[in-house]
């Protein structure tokens, strides 16, 4: 549990918003959610209900949860008395400007403000507002109650204190804060994650494989060794007694080689409704409630394998 950070305001009650809610309460912050949308409290609910066993499996006491979570008129009467905000609104940069100048004005001077943008750094939402050393990415990936990563990016005004805190805040809900030392659009994460998928379309293009073929690939090679040791080290590894330098003076001019020839898939209407054609054929007959609770029990499964076997997983992962 949290004690540091005992009240968390939820600005966005989409999926990642959801997510960062159910896991709040689970740590057991007071936590208030403000969201337009007319189905709120059902939306919340159903989110509750369904993260609930996902977080007991994590060790985390999910009962309760609802009684943790109280729904908000608006943003301002959601940030009042806050010690930190957590920002998913849409990825624009006009939209996320004006909600941080409510954000300044209507929090409390000690809320970390933090925004789960997932491209934008805050440098672009934050020229012109007061009080910005408080504000910085805190990036997840999907759902944040499951996925321990989060980016923790400052802009150009963040303090490093705010950093501090922020680092700390997401260690007291048992997540894994990388701090990144540059602004970059998209950040790391997703940066990796579209140069892996820019290949796989244009693989998937190619026809060399289909998109359950290609995923069946990354799922028993690339994801399997990444997510145990990463790509850096999984390289180091590779080059055998020798490690990372044998492998880049022996397998370096071949891989450079084969950087000349990835792919940079047009991706037009019709190149786009060929894709989109591919992937339902391969994995329509599923529904989406189907799908993703099987990569739920499939995350939670490699988590606990990991936490088995990491030394000090209690900094990290508690």
């Given at each position: 549990m949290s004690t540091s950070h005992p009240v968390a305001a939820v600005i966005g009650a989409g999926?990642?918003?959801l997510s960062w809610t159910a896991l709040f309460a689970a740590h057991g912050l007071t936590v208030r959610v403000s969201d337009p949308r007319p189905d709120l409290a059902e939306a919340v609910a159903d989110a509750l209900a369904q993260a609930a066993p996902q977080l007991a499996r994590q060790g985390l006491d999910a009962h309760g949860l609802a009684g943790r979570v109280h729904l908000a008129g608006d943003v301002p009467e959601a940030v009042r008395g806050a010690d930190v905000v957590q920002e998913n609104g849409p990825e624009n940069t006009d939209f996320k400007r004006e909600l941080f100048a409510t954000l300044v004005r209507?929090?409390?001077?000690?809320?970390?403000?933090?925004?789960?943008?997932?491209?934008?750094?805050?440098?672009?939402f934050t020229a012109g507002l007061d009080d910005a050393g408080r504000i910085l990415i805190g990036h997840p990936?999907?759902?944040?109650?499951l996925v321990p990563l989060v980016e923790v990016v400052p802009g150009?005004?963040?303090?490093?204190?705010?950093?501090?805190?922020?680092?700390?805040?997401?260690?007291?809900?048992?997540?894994?804060?990388?701090?990144?030392?540059?602004?970059?659009?998209?950040?790391?994460?997703?940066?990796?994650?579209?140069?892996?998928?820019?290949?796989?379309?244009?693989?998937?293009?190619q026809g060399v494989v289909g998109p359950a073929e290609l995923d069946a690939i990354v799922v028993n090679s690339l994801g399997l060794r990444w997510s145990t040791v990463g790509p850096f080290l999984g390289a180091?590894?590779?080059?055998?007694?020798?490690?990372?330098?044998?492998?880049?003076?022996?397998?370096?001019?071949?891989?450079?080689?084969?950087?000349?020839s990835l792919g940079r898939p047009e991706q037009g209407p019709e190149e786009t409704e060929r894709l989109i054609t591919a992937?339902?054929?391969?994995?329509?007959?599923?529904?989406?409630?189907?799908?993703?609770q099987e990569r739920d029990r499939r995350q939670l499964a490699v988590l606990a394998a990991l936490d088995d076997t990491t030394p000090h997983n209690e900094e990290t992962r508690s």
């Open positions: 999926t990642i918003g209507e929090a409390p001077a000690h809320a970390l403000l933090l925004s789960s943008s997932s491209a934008l750094p805050a440098s672009a990936f999907n759902p944040p109650h150009e005004r963040t303090s490093e204190d705010a950093v501090a805190r922020a680092v700390e805040f997401y260690r007291s809900v048992g997540r894994v804060p990388v701090v990144e030392r540059k602004e970059i659009p998209g950040f790391v994460g997703n940066r990796l994650q579209n140069a892996l998928s820019r290949e796989a379309i244009h693989l998937v293009e180091h590894l590779g080059g055998g007694p020798g490690g990372y330098r044998h492998m880049a003076e022996h397998i370096g001019p071949s891989m450079r080689q084969m950087w000349d992937v339902e054929d391969a994995y329509g007959a599923r529904s989406y409630g189907e799908l993703t």
